[in-house]
């Protein structure tokens, strides 16, 4: 069930940070992905920066944070 949740709350994130980087999405199937790895990405990256967010909410903000930060480093690699 957790992996579950897990894979809604990365699905969810990818299509907002899609939508905060307009122009870097990859359509909903690869945003939906992209979210999934970014929120392992925030989740590796915010804490080592110093930047735990807690709580439910907290977790879906740093899953957002990661796929913004890996759209971005995608889209510069992809140019």
């Not at 392992?40 to 439910?56: A, E, R, S, T, V």
């Amino acid at each position: 069930m957790t992996l579950i949740i897990f894979l809604i709350i990365g699905a969810l994130a990818g299509w907002l940070a899609g939508l905060i980087m307009k122009g870097g999405g990859f359509g909903v199937i690869g945003n939906i992905v992209v979210g999934i790895l970014g929120s392992f990405l925030g989740g590796w990256l915010l804490p080592k920066l110093g930047l735990i967010i807690g709580g439910d909410f907290g977790g879906f903000i740093t899953a957002v944070i990661g796929a913004v930060i890996l759209l971005f480093l995608v889209g510069l690699i992809k140019k």
